[in-house]
């Protein structure tokens, strides 16, 4: 049996059916109607937003606690957590290709909009096939747990201030080699017609760097979701949740991230752990809520030094 359908098979069809016409409700009346004419999101939209995923996030973390057990429960709140984490990451580098394409505020809902859709169906397709394999090949755990403390690691070290080059990503030099890019202004759309030509807009090139950057970040988002959980509803479930919560985390975060510098400390210190919880999984248990209690004091800690430590620039 193929993986994505042996883990399918865990719950029943009208559970994941359920989720994902929830998911398919919420998008459209965000797209079709919130947001049916582009305009600049602000910070009070913005955080009403961040606050009714994040309602929603953790009422779906109770069902799940409540019908399947505190154990799942817990688990599906330190996977989002993670996630959300993560998250901030994929938030610097949207700041960076909207400001290095100079997209109008007014269109980078949109783009984050169907950039996010093409998101959850990656994820999707990695976790399903993540938890198969894992079910299948346990020691491939160890692996995982290897490349997250390699990754916390090089995440802590000091390096000098990163860079992206959108104009270097290989799938966008592929895509003008194949396919016209209009230079005009886009105007919010994806593709435009010039003299009878079909041709993509900027602001599709915008949007392929998106998707492209987000499948790097998916690689180190399914090891830690799977050190989390090994249940692919929950697996999958707090992931979109997560992701969902993206676009209105970014436009939050956009202008202040500078205010949060200690978070990629603690986002480092939490992969480490997790990483060496998979990798001493044989000998040591440890269980969700002690990882549940690491994870939100080590988020907390990380804040809350932000906000009482100031740059020594700051001071001058």
């Not at 990656?122 to 390699?150: C, D, E």
């Not at 005009?184 to 009878?196: H, I, K, M, S, W």
């Not at 830690?224 to 970014?250: E, H, M, P, Q, W």
């Not at 202040?256 to 200690?262: A, E, G, H, S």
Request: with cysteine.
């Amino acid at each position: 049996m193929l993986f994505p359908v042996a883990v399918m098979d865990a719950m029943p069809p009208w559970a994941w059916a359920a989720f994902f016409a929830f998911i398919i409700a919420m998008l459209a009346l965000d797209l079709g109607v919130l947001q049916r004419d582009s305009h600049v999101v602000g910070m009070k939209e913005a955080l009403a937003w961040c606050m009714v995923w994040g309602v929603l996030a953790f009422a779906f973390a109770g069902l799940v606690w409540r019908w399947r057990g505190a154990e799942l429960g817990q688990q599906f709140v330190a996977a989002y957590l993670i996630e959300l984490c993560l998250s901030v990451d994929n938030v610097f580098v949207f700041i960076l290709v909207f400001a290095f394409f100079r997209v109008d505020p007014r269109y980078q809902h949109r783009v984050l909009f169907w950039g996010i859709i093409g998101a959850v169906l990656m994820r999707a397709a990695f976790i399903l096939v993540g938890v198969g394999v894992i079910q299948r090949f346990h020691w491939v755990l160890y692996l995982f747990g290897l490349f997250l403390v390699y990754t916390g690691v090089k995440m802590a070290l000091p390096k000098p201030d990163e860079e992206i080059h959108p104009d270097r990503n290989i799938a966008v030099r592929m895509f003008r080699r194949f396919f016209p890019v209009a230079a005009l202004p886009e105007a919010g759309t994806f593709f435009v017609r010039e003299n009878g030509r079909r041709m993509a807009t900027p602001l599709f090139v915008v949007l392929l760097v998106i998707e492209t950057t987000d499948l790097v970040f998916a690689l180190d988002s399914l090891p830690a979701v799977l050190a989390i959980t090994k249940d692919g509803f929950v697996a999958l479930t707090s992931n979109i949740f997560a992701i969902l919560g993206l676009r209105s985390l970014y436009f939050a975060l956009n202008g202040v991230m500078q205010l949060f510098r200690y978070l990629k400390v603690g986002l480092a210190v939490i992969l480490v752990f997790i990483g060496v919880k998979m990798l001493i999984v044989h000998w040591v248990e440890i269980t969700t809520a002690t990882s549940l209690g690491v994870i939100g004091g080590v988020l907390s800690m990380s804040v809350l030094l932000s906000v009482l430590i100031k740059e020594p620039s700051s001071r001058a």
